[in-house]
C-alpha cells in the first residue's frame, strides 16, 4: 500500500470509515473532524443523484475539488474514503519560479 505522505506536492491526507470516523490523518488534514463531516456529507449527496441523469446506478470512484493553490481528491477504496490535498503550482507562481532559476 502506498504511503498517502509519499503522495508528490500532499500537504494533508484523510482516510475515514464509510461512516465517517478518522483513520488516519496527516498534514493540515491531521485530525480535522469538521472537513471529515462535510466530505461525508458530498459522499453521501453523490448517492442521492437522480438515476435517470446517471444510469446503471454508477456510483463515484474519484471527486476533486480545486481551487486556485491546491485541490483535493476524494476517492472511494476497500470500503474507505482517502481524501489527499495537493498543492497546486499557479502558472504566476511556476512563472515567478522560472525566472528565479534563470537568474
Known amino acids: 500500500m502506498l504511503s498517502l505522505e509519499r503522495i508528490p506536492d500532499q500537504i494533508g491526507h484523510l482516510?475515514?470509515?464509510?461512516?465517517g470516523a478518522v483513520l488516519t490523518s496527516g498534514g493540515e488534514l491531521e485530525n480535522d473532524e469538521r472537513f471529515a463531516n462535510i466530505?461525508?456529507?458530498?459522499?453521501?449527496?453523490?448517492?442521492?443523484?437522480?438515476?435517470?441523469?446517471?444510469p446503471n446506478n454508477e456510483a463515484f470512484d474519484k471527486i476533486s475539488i480545486t481551487?486556485?493553490?491546491?485541490?483535493?481528491?476524494?476517492?472511494?477504496?476497500?470500503k474507505k474514503i482517502h481524501i489527499v490535498k495537493k498543492r497546486l503550482l499557479s502558472l504566476t507562481s511556476a512563472t515567478v519560479e522560472e525566472s528565479l532559476i534563470d537568474v
Not at 68 to 77: A, E, F, G, R, V
Open 15 to 19: 482516510v475515514l470509515t464509510e461512516d
Open 39 to 54: 466530505i461525508i456529507g458530498l459522499v453521501t449527496l453523490t448517492n442521492k443523484i437522480d438515476p435517470k441523469a446517471f
Open 67 to 78: 481551487y486556485p493553490d491546491h485541490c483535493y481528491i476524494i476517492c472511494l477504496s476497500n
